[in-house]
C-alpha cells in the first residue's frame, strides 16, 4: 500500500547506533484514532520496555522500524510498565489477623477451612509487587496476539496497524497471516472497527465481509 506507514508488531526496532529491540505494541488516542507512542523492548524480555514517542520514528516498514535517536536516547525514556511495591502488613496489622482468627475459631468451631494463626508479632509477609502499563490518560494499547471479532465470530489476530504517512492516523489494522483465508494478509479499514478494549477488537463486518476485502500489497523495505 502505497501513501502509508506499517508498524508490524514484532518486527526489530534500529536507534542510530544499536537495535533497541522488537515492536511491541501502539498506543493509540482513542477520539482521534492516533498513533502517539511504540512499546519496544529488548528481545526476551518483558520487563524492561521504552514509551516511544512516535515523532522519533524515521521509517517503518514491514520488516524493520528505524528511530533517529541513540541507544542513550532511548534508554532514557519513560518506562512501558510502572513496577510499585507495596510492603507486607505490620506487627499490629499480624497482631490482629491473629485475633480475628482466634476469636472465629472460639465462635463457629473448628472448621476445616479456618486455621489459627500462632501469635508471633516478628513474623511479616513479603512485599507485594504490582506492575502495570504505564500508558498516557485516555489512551490504549493495540499489539500483536489481540483477538479480532468479526460481527458474526472471531476471525484471528492483530497483526499492526496501518497509518498515513503523516499525522500517524490509523488507516487499517493488519490481521495476522494464517487465519481463515489461508496465507492472505487482510487491512481491515479502521471505519469498519466498532471498539477496541482489553479482550479484543471488534468490527462491524462479518467474517464473509472481511473475508472479501483485497489482500494487503507486497511490500519492501
Request: glycine fraction near 12%.
Amino acid at each position: 500500500m502505497n501513501g502509508v506507514t506499517e508498524f508490524v508488531f514484532g518486527v526489530a526496532v534500529d536507534c542510530d547506533d544499536h537495535e533497541c529491540g522488537q515492536l511491541r505494541s501502539a498506543v493509540v488516542d482513542p477520539v482521534k484514532l492516533e498513533i502517539t507512542h511504540l512499546v519496544v523492548r529488548p528481545r526476551g524480555r518483558e520487563d524492561d520496555g521504552r514509551l516511544v514517542p512516535v515523532d522519533l520514528v524515521r521509517t517503518s516498514t514491514a520488516q524493520r522500524v528505524r528511530l533517529g535517536c541513540t541507544h542513550a536516547q532511548y534508554e532514557a525514556l519513560d518506562g512501558a510498565q510502572t513496577t510499585d511495591v507495596l510492603p507486607g502488613p505490620g506487627d499490629a496489622e499480624l497482631r490482629q489477623q491473629t485475633i480475628d482468627t482466634v476469636l472465629a475459631y472460639h465462635v463457629y468451631g473448628h472448621r476445616p477451612d479456618l486455621g489459627i494463626v500462632t501469635a508471633n508479632p516478628s513474623r511479616r509477609t513479603e512485599p507485594v509487587t504490582l506492575t502495570h502499563d504505564n500508558l498516557p490518560s485516555g489512551e490504549g494499547e493495540v499489539g500483536r496476539g489481540q483477538h479480532v471479532h468479526a460481527s458474526d465470530g472471531d476471525i484471528g489476530h492483530v497483526r499492526g496497524l496501518l497509518a498515513g504517512a503523516t499525522g500517524h492516523r490509523v488507516t487499517h489494522v493488519l490481521l495476522d497471516e494464517g487465519h481463515l483465508w489461508g496465507k492472505k494478509e487482510v487491512a481491515v479499514p479502521v471505519g469498519a472497527v466498532k471498539e477496541v478494549v482489553d479482550s479484543g477488537v471488534y468490527l462491524g463486518l462479518t467474517r464473509k465481509e472481511v473475508g472479501d476485502l483485497p489482500p494487503v500489497a507486497t511490500r519492501t523495505g
